[in-house]
């Protein structure tokens, strides 16, 4: 593995034999895998689970080809597929999306909206295996704000699996809530506020400065973050400030092993490995999520001008910055003027507002942001010091991969909110542009119609790839998706819906 992530224009795509997930943590992979006998610590045999094994399995043999096909093919017991990621006595962070424990409007689902714990198992034991007993694997995310991580552990069956690891594993394997705060919310209104540990290592606050997305842009009536508080969005992108309140256990990991879920996207059109960094951040509301107000005015909030979205602007925003300097009781006060202002002004899963449209213009650029502060932290970190800028030495140092879970993806209203849709696929690549491209290209997207990608693509400042989507190699186990990504260009191997707001804007 000769190529940095910044040059590898690969991308693997698995093709699973089932679209299905096991059901029982550990998840154990579906045959004895003879390299897993070199795994320090590994149980050899364990009776109250007869061989370790689990038929059904068809995800940690998916996860296994995809990293096959990235790393080359297994060659008998020594074969050790990420030996060239990962060294012994590394850190090693995993990062999933584990946004929120059920689906927004159906709390039985769940497997379509977050990362499933049997793609960490597969993972997490081949980092072991490169790790050789020596290191440190870090489980971690910051899901929504109103999100509960201990439930989202317990419904994907990471927290009964890394208890496994525990039982064995000379390395230790953590679980980490990267939230600084935890929301309590009741008919979308915040009613309650739960100050939390966060990161054991703190945070940084990485600005992009001039090589920002934002550079250049000073919205009429400001951004708006993912709180009520707008002052502190507006107050960290000003001028050549734009910064990010970032993991430190993220930002100073010897290795970030990036493990998407696959879904459509409300903001950005899809979610995949490049918006899967929203998760590393200490306080959401440092993120721009839209411009207040709409085309006309400078705005991405809404597609048009009316009436109502003119009275949203001014009197929500105005009645948002009331409660956040206000009480908690007042917030339960503020529930039935939220259920009058919804029938007012239309529901989020109805009507287009919030940003939720192919017109966002602000959300892809903070996402292409967070994505230069993980690859060029070292150098950001020299030039905040007052140094000579970005050395070219930051530029290949940063050991990453990106493994997408598509066993089961999500279309239409994602990412909170979407459908199930069996994909039965694992993507794996060591580029993350490289990897959302293929990804759009998987759903029957045109990636030159999403903006994330074009403009991730286009970025000269900070570039993200050192090579164009007409250079994407795809490698698969089905011989039809194997070749140069232009020459795929008429193969749509799943059929994605959008969401509403950007149905027929994005598809082949």
């Known amino acids: 593995m000769n190529k940095s992530w910044f040059e590898d224009n690969r991308v693997a795509v698995a093709r699973a034999g ?47 080809e995809a990293l096959a096909l990235l790393f080359g093919a297994p060659d008998g017991p020594g074969w050790n597929p990420l030996r060239a990621l990962v060294s012994p006595g590394d850190t090693v962070v995993l990062k999933p999306n584990f946004i929120k424990e059920c689906h927004e409007t159906r709390p039985d689902e769940w497997e379509q909206v977050v990362t499933h714990g049997s793609i960490i198992r597969a993972v997490c034991d081949y980092v072991l295996l490169a790790l050789g007993g020596r290191g440190r694997v870090v489980i971690c995310d910051a899901p929504q704000t109103d999100s509960s991580f201990a439930e989202i552990c317990r419904v994907t069956g990471v927290a009964n699996l890394v208890d496994w690891y525990k039982a064995w594993s000379p390395v230790p394997v953590e679980l980490l809530d990267l939230r600084r705060e935890e929301w309590e919310a009741k008919d979308d209104v915040i009613v309650r506020r739960t ?21 250049g842009i000073s919205p009429t009536h400001g ?4 709180d009520y508080d707008i002052e502190t969005t507006n107050r960290h992108h000003r001028g050549d400030v734009h910064e990010y309140l970032l993991s430190r256990t993220v930002l100073d990991a010897d290795v970030v092993i990036n493990l998407p879920k696959l879904k459509t996207h409300k903001k950005t059109g899809l979610t995949a490995a490049l918006k ?28 048009h001008g009316t009436v109502k979205t003119r009275f949203e602007r001014v009197m929500m925003t105005q009645i948002k910055r009331v409660l956040y300097r206000s009480p908690a009781w007042l917030s339960h006060v503020f529930r039935p003027v939220k259920r009058i202002g919804k029938a007012l002004l239309g529901d989020t899963h109805t009507i287009i507002r919030s940003g939720n449209w192919r017109g966002n213009d602000t959300t ?22 007052g140094g000579a800028g970005i050395p070219d030495s930051a530029l290949p140092n940063r ?36 990897v959302d491209t293929v990804c759009a290209w998987l759903m029957g997207f045109d990636w030159r119609k999403l903006q994330l990608l074009s403009g991730a693509c286009a ?38 819906i959008p969401h509403f707001g950007w149905v027929g804007a994005i598809e082949r």
């Open 364 to 385: 892809w650029r903070m996402t292409v942001d967070l994505n230069k502060c993980l690859f060029y932290y070292a150098g950001l970190a020299v030039a905040a010091r």
């Open 18 to 64: 089932s679209a299905r997930y096991p059901v029982v943590p550990p998840f154990d992979p579906p045959e004895r895998y003879p390299e897993l006998a070199s795994l320090p610590g590994y149980p050899a045999d364990q009776t109250d689970r007869t061989d370790q094994t689990d038929r059904t399995n068809r995800t940690y043999e998916a996860v296994r």
């Open 459 to 496: 970025s000269r400042a900070l570039p993200l790839a050192a090579f164009g989507p007409e250079d994407i190699v795809v490698a698969s186990n089905a011989a039809e998706w194997n070749g140069m990504l232009p020459a795929l260009e008429q193969v749509k191997p799943f059929e994605f």
């Open 399 to 434: 050991r990453y991969l990106a493994l997408v879970d598509a066993i089961i993806a999500g279309e239409g209203e994602g990412p909170l909110a979407p459908d199930a849709k069996p994909c039965g696929v694992i993507l794996a690549g060591r580029n993350p542009v490289a």
């Open 223 to 226: 951004f708006y973050g993912a």
């Open 195 to 215: 100050r939390l540990p966060g990161d054991p290592k703190g945070y940084a606050a990485v600005n992009v400065g001039a090589a920002s997305e934002f550079h």
């Open 276 to 303: 899967n960094l929203v998760g590393i951040n200490g306080d959401k509301n440092w993120l721009p999520h839209y411009v207040l107000g709409d085309p006309e005015h400078g705005g991405d909030q809404f597609p």
